[in-house]
T-cell receptor, first 113, second 112 residues
Framework: KAGVTQTPRYLIKTRGQQVTLSCSPI?????VSWYQQTPGQGLQFLFE???????NKGNFPGRFSGRQFSNSRSEMNVSTLELGDSALYLC????????????FGPGTRLTVL | EDQVTQSPEALRLQEGESSSLNCSYT??????LFWYRQDPGKGPEFLFT???AGEEKEKERLKATLTKKESFLHITAPKPEDSATYLC?????????????FGQGTILTVHP
């Protein structure tokens, strides 16, 4: 079974731009969660989608948004990029949003200049 | 607020020298505790899920245990390829859909 895939793997943007990251979950998984990983803050939860609905959201500004499609693929968008948004963005999928294990993708490394 | 604290921050071992990593947590109704391994520049790789106090799971040289306040990851006779950052995470009950709260990780280095 193919794992979680994320595109692109690397991205360089300048301040003020916006960016869209994509995540394809493991086949059959309906829940997708997004995390931001930085050296200072570690892994922090952004939001979770299940059956095209946002079920949970972390403590991030409204510049961070996401959506999920009917095939469970998900995208996250960051508008008006700031230097502090430079991070590894990780997507994880699970069969449901209950007690199921989350499996992570390789991440998208975003650098904001 | 859910909290996860991992210790030590870094651990250096000689090949074959067994040790344990600690994960202390406070959470409102534990739904699950997860251990992951992360190599530099890669996404976390799933190791174990523990659901209730007293539960234990093993995989090769690794064994995870769980009490009501902490979890341990025991590494027996480690090899250099076990070098990585080990992450502990908890999922709370209630409406914490899809949210894992992570510790800062333990960086393990195994010297040959």
């Amino acid at each position: 079974k193919a794992g979680v895939t994320q595109t692109p793997r690397y991205l360089i943007k300048t301040r003020g731009q916006q960016v869209t990251l994509s995540c394809s979950p493991i086949s059959g998984h309906r829940s997708v969660s997004w995390y931001q990983q930085t050296p200072g803050q570690g892994l922090q939860f952004l939001f979770e989608y299940f059956s095209e609905t946002q079920r949970n959201k972390g403590n991030f500004p409204g510049r961070f948004s996401g959506r999920q499609f009917s095939n469970s693929r998900s995208e996250m968008n960051v508008s008006t990029l700031e230097l502090g948004d430079s991070a590894l963005y990780l997507c994880a999928s699970s069969a449901s949003s209950g007690r199921d294990t989350q499996y992570f993708g390789p991440g998208t490394r975003l650098t904001v200049l | 607020e859910d909290q996860v604290t991992q210790s030590p921050e870094a651990l250096r071992l000689q090949e074959g020298e067994s040790s344990s990593l600690n994960c202390s947590y406070t959470v409102s109704g534990l739904r699950g505790l997860f251990w992951y391994r992360q190599d530099p520049g890669k996404g976390p790789e799933f190791l174990f899920t523990l659901y209730s106090a007293g539960e234990e799971k093993e995989k090769e040289r690794l064994k995870a245990t769980l009490t009501k306040k902490e979890s341990f990851l025991h590494i027996t006779a480690p090899k250099p390829e076990d070098s990585a950052t080990y992450l502990c995470a908890v999922q709370a009950g209630g409406t914490s859909y899809g949210k894992l709260t992570f510790g800062q990780g333990t960086i393990l280095t195994v010297h040959p």
